[in-house]
Structure formats: structure tokens, C-alpha cells
């Protein structure tokens, strides 16, 4: 396993927005932050199986091998039908489509590239193309918070580290026309399972001198805190000034008016993002047994399980008085599910089913002025004021 180092692909775009964020980093108590979740370890175990299908099987792998990896199981998560067929399934439709439109013959898997001594990391994947002009860089995501591959600090960061690395800089000679940074993510951006961006050297050089000059501003130890998108995952949130500066002043707002909403809005979004940080931290020492005033830890409310759920099934299956429609649950699979069901069977999904589907919204939600997705009427509103007039 590759060395942690101090700079690397994840943190690329926090180090870019907040040269504070490391030093800040360091001020946070010891926490469970590496512990395992089981959303990351599902995360983990897909990757793996990427890894081993695109390092191990290479071409020669068939999709039923997908159901019965070696390495399905990861800390208690393990690659079930639905998983094979919502997310790996999906990932390696979309590798295999890649490799064919970029003509892709020698690659390497999870290779571990360096810019300097303690700048480097992971790639996922890495290919080129048979006349060495592209370059296709993959990164997989495989949880439900959308990541664009437009702009993508961490794929330019792993583009970087290749062109820098000797083990890998000569796919980065003068024969190479394009670098395809690709985010390959089941039920992304779009509906699609992936999306690309094609850069080229210049904008990697571009990229360099500005993340360069982000690593120097972060050794400045008077470097200012700067929020922003990236502040999602960074580990100093709880004791960062702008967030616990934003609390503080949410403490002195003494009048809430639809006029001054616009101007609280990103306050809330500050204040809420620095309270969960609080909670999980507290949380967290709470689990190491550092005493909180006033605070303990507690179970959660227990939930009923099967011991051994094939043994109930073949039970109730057994059972005469218990119809088979009273003891199992049959439901219809959603219009993406079975979309996915019919191309993997060449069904005419467009022709047998669209037709008899709607998109409906579960209602609305607040996004900034910028968001691409059209405003909608104010119902309520108009509702409100129709009842006024009649």
C-alpha cells in the first residue's frame, strides 16, 4: 500500500480553494476519521473489483465472472446481484466504451506516481492509446454526490503526477495530442455513467504553476481560512475562523425578512456545515472516551433481524397457512432499474416502456441564481394570492 503523503489527488482542490486547511487540520483532536463506514467500504470493495477486473482479468474476463470475484467482500460489504448490476455493471459498460473510442492497448491499473517527496498518490486507471497520441485517466465514483470531470482538480492533479512520475512520463512525449480526464460513476451528472474532459499539456502546465503556488501559500503559517466548495470533506471545519466566525455572527442576526433571506442563506449553509462538523467531532471523542460536560453516548434504537434469512424464507416457503405473496414483498423496479434490465437483454426500452412513464418532481428546493435547472412558478404563492382574490 502506497505511502500517505501530504499532498495528494483528494485534497487537490481543498489545497487550491484554502491554503489554511492543512495547518487547521492539525489543530483538530485525535479522531475516528479513518474509521470504516459502510458507504465508504462499498465504495472501496467496487474499486477493487475495477481493480482486479482491469489489472487481473485484462480482456479476457466475461460479464457473468461479475457475480463471482474474488475480491466481492470488503469490511462486511459485499457485491450483491443489485450492486453488480446498478453499479459495477454499469462501471465496466462504461470502461469497455472508453477503451474502444480511444483505442486503448496498454494501460496501467491503481498505478502510484509521484510530482515530488510528498506530492503524489493513486491512480485508478490509466491508459494509452496504440499511436500514443491520448491519454485516457479514470477516477471511480461510485457514491451519489455528483462529481464532474469539467475542471476536476483531483483528475489534473493525477494527470500531473504521471507527466512528473518516470515510471509513466514517457506516455507524455510529443506524439500525445490529448489527455481524457474521465469520472466513470454509475447514475452520475446527467443520467449518464460517465463523462470526460479533454485537456491537453498546456492546461496541465496551467494547472501546475497554480497548484504550486497554492502548496507555497499553504507553508505560510499566516495563510488565511478561505470557504467554499471544496470545505465538503475537510476535516478542519469545526475549528476553521470562517465557519465558527459565520456562527457567531448567526448569534447577532435579530431580524428575519424575506428581504434579508438573500443575505442569511449563505450564513445558514456555513453555520450548518460547521455544526455537523461539531457533531461528528463530538461524537467521535465522545467513541475514544474523552468526556463530554453534560453529554454521553447511548445505542441507537434497536431494529429486528433475521439470524439467518435463507432458513426463515425456506420456513415461511414451508408454511401452510402463510401464502408466498404474504410472506415476500414484490416490487416492480423503477424506470431506471428496468432500463438498465432491458439494454442488458436488447429489449426496446423507448418503445415498450417510456411511454407509460412521467417524470414528476417530489416538489422544490433552494439553489443559487447560477444553477443550470429552469426556476419554477411559486405555487403556494399564487395559490395565496388566488384565495385573496376570490
Known sequence: MATH??????????TLQCPAWGRLSQEVPFTLSGKSNPAADEGSMLHNCMEHIYGKLGEDFEFDELYDLPVSEFKGQKLTPELVENKLSPAVDAME???????????????????????????????????RKTVLLVDYKFG?????????????????????DPALSEWFGEELESIILTVIQPDGLHG??????????????????????AVEASEDPESPAISGKACTYCPAQAVCPVKTGKALEATRVNEITAAKLAEYLPLADEVE???????????????????????????????????????????????????????????????????????KLGVDFDTNYAPMLSSVSTGTTIAKEGDKRSAVLPVAGLQQLNDMNS
Not at 503523503?5 to 481543498?14: F, I, N
Not at 474502444?100 to 491499473?109: L, N
Not at 451519489?144 to 512528473?164: I, M, P, R, T
Request: glycine residues 6%.
Open 5 to 14: 503523503l501530504k499532498y495528494g489527488g483528494s485534497t487537490a482542490a481543498r
Open 97 to 131: 466504451e472508453l477503451l474502444t473510442a480511444y483505442g486503448i492497448t496498454d494501460w496501467e491499473v491503481e498505478p502510484f506516481v509521484r510530482i515530488a517527496e510528498d506530492m503524489g498518490g493513486s491512480i485508478d486507471f490509466i491508459g494509452i492509446s496504440d499511436d
Open 144 to 164: 451519489f454526490v455528483n462529481v464532474d470531470a469539467v475542471g476536476n482538480a483531483q483528475l489534473q492533479f493525477y494527470a500531473l503526477a504521471a507527466a512528473s
Open 192 to 213: 449518464e455513467n460517465y463523462q470526460t474532459w479533454a485537456v491537453d499539456l498546456d492546461t496541465i502546465d496551467t494547472y501546475e504553476t497554480d497548484y504550486f503556488a
Open 273 to 343: 456545515a460547521w455544526a455537523k462538523a461539531v457533531r461528528l467531532m463530538a461524537h467521535e471523542q465522545l467513541e475514544l472516551g474523552s468526556p463530554i460536560a453534560g453529554y454521553k453516548l447511548v445505542a441507537k434504537r434497536a431494529s429486528r433481524v433475521w439470524n439467518d434469512i435463507g432458513a426463515v424464507a425456506d420456513k415461511v416457503r414451508k408454511a401452510k397457512k402463510i401464502k408466498l405473496s404474504e410472506g415476500f414483498n414484490s416490487v416492480l423496479k423503477s424506470p431506471a432499474q428496468l432500463e438498465k434490465v432491458c439494454k
